[in-house]
């Protein structure tokens, strides 16, 4: 079992960049395929990013692709996902989630760990 902490969030204007982190607790860390989903208000959560076990894999939404980037320290037990190029569309509660089974998935139901959020705002 995992423990995630997402922090990072706040309020920040279009065209700026943020730094969303995710400090895990628990074993086996590196066994973790780790994804971060968003919900804004009035919407099911949705994909953003997701990386493979070791960090050599990731996988973005198109929605994001070019603009965010996820990351992982294994060492560190954290997972970080780097925002650039933020939109007013990109305002939502941000989550951190965890799976130690199976392959890379872009679907929310299949991740099993999840962090309580942290909420970004971008302001036009």
């Known amino acids: 079992q995992v423990h995630l902490v997402e922090s990072g969030g706040r309020l920040v204007q279009a065209g700026g960049s943020l730094r969303l982190s995710c400090a895990a607790s628990?074993?086996?860390?590196?066994?973790?395929?780790l994804g971060w989903f968003r919900q804004a208000p009035g919407k099911e959560r949705e994909f953003v990013a997701a990386t493979s076990t070791s960090g050599d894999l990731t996988y973005y939404a198109d929605s994001v692709k070019g603009r965010f980037t996820i990351s992982r320290d294994n060492a560190k037990n954290t997972v970080d996902l780097q925002m650039n190029s933020l939109k007013p569309e990109d305002t939502a509660v941000y989550y951190c989630?965890?799976?130690?089974?199976?392959?890379?998935?872009?679907?929310?139901?299949?991740?099993?760990?999840w962090g309580q959020g942290t909420q970004v705002t971008v302001s036009s």
């Open positions: 628990g074993r086996a860390f590196s066994s973790y395929i």
């Open positions: 989630a965890g799976r130690n089974w199976g392959i890379v998935s872009t679907s929310a139901a299949s991740y099993l760990y």
